[in-house]
């Protein structure tokens, strides 16, 4: 019967239910698509290197952190005739870092050398580059930029020549975006230097232990990692701020949660105060009036927060149709009970008030009430 | 307190002041009042009598402010608030001038609601359904009080009042929102549900020929019980 009563009030005014289901439903949509972007590009970074195929990187001295996108201060010569002739290493490959339009990174690539480390790039229009200024996409940043194979493009950032699109492969490989590595190297005015360094081994066996050789040889201040390590340490912990602004985000959740029920569950209380008198009159305790208005708080938290799922595929899909290679969002399913249970939080929080201050109505004044 | 052989409200010495602003104003002013049970009462008076604050008392929605009050073996100048509350769900219950029906639910969950809230199974005993044939509104129970006349209201009010089967029915001014043909039905509802169960009815009312459905009648002004007949 309390069900009921909570249904049937909740449908008895349709608006007032539908506005509150949206108001709690928008910060669980902003927590789950914030959750979602944080682990689609963190798993957008692990598919791209893994997909490089190397096992060893070797960054300059200038990148100890594994998000920082360094400038090229390693000479290209001199580090790949070291490493093709250290023991085990069969691949060396450099690339120079650009970034352009945040978050994306341009990779400035030896070709021949990436299509033989990572086993052939998988061409889905074009081919290698042809010129100077040619540019190969990934088919995301190609949905994204709305661009084809023979193209021309400007990108802000990479100087004010046009790139032409010589190729469109399969994402998840190296970088969203891809030039020559000898104009980028121009470009940044680093001419024979790479910001990075590829190795493969002939077994990944002998990884660490080329690793440990590599790290004798070159001293600490350049950061030597297996790609593994790598990727692992590509976590939402590892972001400077990420999880502070998570839960940030959390918590203007739980606020909104809490203000929006409370207001609604307010004006309902107000709005049902005869009613409330005629519960009472009919020997409904404290406590039953006090569960009714909870009930409803928490089934405006539980339909706020199914339509904020509902809205983040929504997100989701407007973020993949507009900015797929630049912002790669995932659903994470755990996150709906996290985003439930937060936003449940506030609206128990928020039913508080108005439902003592139901609770405590006179009923013989609730009775009068017009 | 004597209980005066079956006597199920037994009132003394009754009085109540009630606090608005910082002015105390005494709506009873010493009610000494015996009703036996299975008697239909009526009690008229003009607005400000005290009528409806001496009913917000025998049927537990306000404590007295002093004298004594007992109703069907409690004595409610010494109950707490809760026990109030439990008088509410089984020993009384309310017929309203402006029926006061949930506008939420159906009649028959406006009924269900109150079996609910005392704690009983939510389907009436047979003998309660055919009280709802007798009541005439047994094919109106699914629809919401917006769709019903204001008789067939305060016919599913009724129903709601004596489902738990109360000892005592407290009907404030009963006909006061209704016609003529009405307000004739629901009084001969009520002195029926009296001489049929020996349901004890007190009600309120301004009209001297409503008043003369009751077994008796008591004439209440300024807070006291001035006739009885």
Redesign the interface.
């Known amino acids: 019967?309390t069900a009921?009563?909570v249904i049937?009030?909740l449908?008895?005014k349709p608006m007032r239910s539908l506005l509150s289901f949206l108001l709690i439903g928008v910060p669980v949509t902003l927590i789950l698509t914030l959750v979602g972007l944080s682990h689609g590009m963190l798993e957008d970074s692990h598919e791209r290197a893994r997909g490089i195929g190397a096992d060893i990187i070797v960054r300059g001295t200038n990148a100890n952190s594994v998000l920082n996108a360094s400038g090229a201060t390693l000479s290209e010569k001199k580090f790949l005739e070291l490493f093709e002739k250290w023991p085990h290493v069969t691949q060396a490959m450099g690339v120079v870092l650009h970034p352009i339009e945040f978050p994306l990174i341009v990779n400035g690539v030896d070709l021949p050398r990436l299509m033989a480390m990572s086993g052939d790039l998988h061409f889905l229009s074009g081919g290698p580059f042809q010129q100077p200024n040619d540019m190969i996409v990934d088919q995301y940043y190609a949905a994204q930029k709305k661009v084809k194979v023979g193209d021309t493009i400007h990108i802000t950032g990479l100087g004010s020549t046009p790139w032409r699109i010589s190729g469109i492969i399969q994402g998840g490989i190296l970088a969203h975006v891809l030039v020559p590595l000898p104009v980028l190297q121009d470009l940044d005015s680093a001419t024979g230097k790479v910001s990075q360094i590829y190795l493969k081994v002939d077994d990944p066996k002998n990884t660490q232990s080329v690793i440990a050789a590599l790290k004798e040889k070159l001293g600490s201040a350049y950061p030597v990692w297996s790609l593994e390590e790598m990727t692992s340490m590509l976590s939402v912990n590892n972001i400077q701020g990420l999880k502070a602004f998570i839960y940030v985000i959390m918590g203007v959740g739980v606020v909104i949660g809490f203000a929006v029920v409370c207001l609604s569950m307010y004006m309902s209380v107000l709005q049902r105060t005869?009613?409330i008198?005629?519960?009472?009159?009919?020997?409904?305790?404290?406590a039953?009036i006090l569960r009714i208005i909870l009930a409803e708080a928490m089934i405006l938290g539980l339909g706020g927060t199914t339509l904020g799922v509902i809205m983040s595929f929504g997100a989701q899909w407007l973020i993949r149709t507009f900015v797929p290679a630049s912002l790669p969002m995932q659903i994470v399913p755990i996150w709906w009970l996290i985003a439930g249970a937060i936003t449940l939080v506030g609206a128990g929080l928020g039913s508080v008030y108005p439902g003592l201050s139901a609770a405590r109505h006179?009923?013989?004044e609730a009775?009068a009430y017009e | 307190m004597n209980n005066g052989g079956g006597d199920i409200i037994q009132i003394r010495g009754l009085r109540k002041v009630y606090r608005v602003g910082d002015v105390d104003v005494p709506a009873l002013r010493g009610v000494d009042l015996d009703v036996k049970r299975g008697t239909f009462l009526s009690i008229v008076g003009p607005s400000g009598s005290g009528k409806s604050t001496l009913f917000?008392i025998i049927?537990g929605?306000?404590p007295p402010t002093s004298g004594e009050v007992r109703v069907a073996d409690q004595d409610l100048s010494k109950v707490s608030d809760?026990e109030r509350?439990?008088?509410?769900?089984?020993t009384v219950g309310?017929v309203?001038q402006k029926f006061?029906?949930?506008?939420?639910?159906t009649a028959r969950?406006n009924i269900?609601?109150?079996r609910?809230?005392?704690g009983m199974d939510?389907k009436p005993d047979p003998e309660f359904e055919e009280m709802l044939r007798l009541l005439g509104i047994e094919q109106r129970l699914d629809h919401k009080p917006n769709a019903l006349s204001g008789g067939e209201q305060q016919r599913i009010a009724i129903a709601?009042a004596i489902v738990n089967r109360p000892a005592i029915l407290l009907a404030d001014e009963p006909t006061g929102n209704l016609d003529t043909e009405n307000s004739k039905a629901v009084l001969e509802i009520l002195r029926d549900l009296n001489r049929r169960t020996g349901q004890t009815i007190l009600m309120i009312t301004h009209n001297p020929e409503a008043a003369a459905y009751g077994h008796n009648t008591v004439h209440m002004r300024d807070g006291q019980i001035i006739d009885r007949s």
């Open positions: 019967m009921k009563l049937e009030n449908k008895h005869r009613e008198g005629i519960l009472k009159s009919l020997g409904g305790s404290k039953f006179d009923p013989i009775l | 917000h049927g929605l306000t809760a509350t439990r008088l509410r769900k089984r309310f309203f006061n029906l949930l506008p939420n639910l969950d269900a609601v109150a609910y809230i005392a939510s709601r």
